[in-house]
């Protein structure tokens, strides 16, 4: 693709749109969208040592109901040629300094979320990483040491209040 923030933003939207689905049972799509500046809104603030309330990560909350997500998670969105799965069992490639730098943005601040990095390679299924396991979960589960990496299809098969109570 000549334009890779265009595919960068193209897949928060998709992401935005399915979460927005999953969160509010099939009822709305337009719960989420991407955050201002993707997140960069809230890096800056921080170097003013000021503390932004939602601006974290690449999706927001638009509306109370998509709180239920944004409240208790940072969500990352990343579509690259590859992120290196296999450098990732090594402790090295962009995955590994993707989730670092979501971790420590999990943490800053005065209200701490848990990790949610939503990422697709080219040509391959949207994945999901969290710092937990999911009971329960239909497809692909793969445990490293600080990840759990699932296929996003199977995630949102689960009930939301459900995924929310594994937590």
């Not at 800056?44 to 109370?64: L, W």
């Not at 329960?136 to 490293?144: N, R, S, T």
């Amino acid at each position: 693709m000549k334009n890779p923030k265009a595919k960068g933003g193209n897949f928060e939207r998709e992401i935005c749109k399915n979460l927005s689905l999953w969160v509010s049972a099939g009822a709305a799509d337009d719960l989420f969208w991407r955050s201002a500046m993707s997140g960069g809104r809230a890096t800056v603030r921080k170097k003013k040592n000021k503390e932004t309330a939602s601006g974290q990560g690449d999706i927001t909350a638009v509306t109370p109901a998509g709180n239920k997500l944004t409240d208790r998670f940072v969500i990352e969105c990343k579509h690259y040629k590859s992120m290196g799965l296999d450098q990732h069992v090594y402790g090295q490639g962009p995955l590994e300094a993707i989730w670092d730098k979501l971790i420590k943005e999990c943490v800053s601040g005065t209200n701490s979320k848990k990790p949610m990095l939503i990422f697709k390679e080219n040509r391959k299924p949207i994945l999901i990483g969290l710092d937990y396991p999911i009971n329960g979960i239909v497809g692909l589960a793969v445990y490293w040491s600080d990840i759990c990496l699932y296929r996003f299809e199977g995630v949102l098969l689960l009930n939301f209040d459900t995924f929310i109570e594994n937590e």
